[in-house]
């Protein structure tokens, strides 16, 4: 017997002991029973609702984000703290690289080089080109010597050449100042979705290092992942309508099951659920810890309106009312709750009646007035 069952035998006795001592004696009349008017009763009956079986779980975004480091370098600039929300291409931080700005301005000088060069082949190839087409009119004229007119004509070709060369050299510039830039483009880390920053890594001064984590977005929309118990496996089944409660925000939501993780954790004997949060929710984070209700079935149970109930300390009473409309305050033992209704396990039986509307109203031995 626990603390509670022994609370209400020992009151019980008490009042059988407190009945048998106060017996009316021939001659005496029964003291008058105040009238209570202005209550409501009802029958108490069995009724089938809804068993829910509640499970704890951690809110987790459906995609997160490790925002990395691809350079070495030291971070100068942050640009978000956690919890911000951050559009993608928004700016998160930047990381300063001497070597890396030395080798953007080596390629830019190289490349300038690269055209100066070009320009010089350019302008030899032309002169060389007006020298061939002087020297081959001399040559079909019998002006000059044959070699003579072979060497011009070497010399045009090698001009060419160091045309085609200078291209060449001026393409690779541009192509080392682009990959050169392109390096550079990493010192600005920058979000790569829509979302919040759930965590930061690093600090100003800190030394970054390719494949270093720099932080952590969530992306929404915001799922549960619940680890429920190996028997309701049959019960549980995708797009089942679930209650939530997320105690730090004093949130209750309702989500839907997205995925039913049917492996079994042999160390816990559970199986994972993930559950979509209803849209248009706010405030949400990862981490946050959530109660689930999963529906488990119908059960056959004595329940009653919760305005019906009475408290006396720690214990729970109702007003029962008997076909003489004597009132009694009777001690009960709850049980669980749901929709407005409270479970009753002990104390009362179905077909008793109790006041379940103007419990204030109500006095212990007094009579009821309806109408």
Do not use: W
Not at 66 to 90: C, F, L, N, T, Y
Not at 157 to 169: D, P, V
Not at 230 to 257: C, D, K, Q, W, Y
Not at 298 to 304: C, I, T
């Amino acid at each position: 017997m626990n603390k509670t069952e022994f609370i209400i035998t020992f009151i019980g006795a008490v009042i059988m002991i407190s009945g048998c001592g106060e017996k009316i004696q021939p001659g005496e009349h029964a003291a008058e029973r105040p009238d209570v008017a202005g209550v409501v009763v009802e029958e108490v009956r069995l009724l089938d609702v809804m068993n829910y079986y509640e499970a704890t779980g951690t809110v987790r975004a459906k995609n997160t984000s490790h925002v990395s480091a691809k350079i070495m370098g030291e971070v100068k600039d942050i640009h978000v703290i956690p919890g911000d929300r951050v559009r993608k291409g928004d700016v998160l931080l930047a990381i300063h690289s001497p070597d890396i700005e030395s080798k953007v301005e080596a390629a830019a000088e190289a490349l300038g080089e690269a055209v100066e060069g070009l320009n010089m082949a350019e302008e030899s190839r032309k002169l060389m080109d007006r020298t061939y087409q002087r020297y081959l009119r001399l040559h079909e004229e019998r002006g000059v010597t044959d070699q003579e007119f072979d060497e011009i004509k070497t010399k045009k070709e090698i001009a060419h050449r160091q045309h085609e060369q200078a291209q060449r050299s001026l393409k690779k510039a541009e192509a080392a100042l682009k990959e050169a830039e392109a390096v550079r483009g990493y010192t600005v880390i920058r979000s790569p979705v829509h979302g919040v920053i759930a965590e930061k890594t690093i600090d100003r001064g800190t030394m970054t290092a390719p494949g270093m984590t720099l932080f952590i977005i969530e992306e929404a929309p915001y799922r549960v992942k619940v680890p429920v118990d190996e028997g309701l496996l049959p019960v549980i089944t995708p797009a089942m309508p679930v209650e939530i409660f997320i105690r730090a925000l004093n949130l209750r939501t309702e989500g839907s099951i997205a995925e039913v993780v049917r492996r079994i954790d042999p160390q816990s004997r559970t199986f994972t659920v993930k559950i979509d949060l209803k849209d248009g929710v706010q405030s949400l984070r990862g981490g946050l810890f959530a109660l689930v209700k999963f529906p488990a079935g119908k059960e056959s149970g004595l329940f009653v309106h919760e305005s019906s109930i009475v408290s006396r300390g720690e214990l729970r009473g109702v007003y029962v009312v008997d076909d003489a409309g004597i009132i009694t305050f009777r001690f009960v033992r709850t049980g669980k709750k749901t929709k407005g209704m409270t479970e009753i396990l002990s104390g009362l039986n179905s077909g008793e009646r109790i006041i379940v509307t103007g419990t204030d109203r109500a006095v212990d031995g007094g009579r009821v007035i309806e109408g």
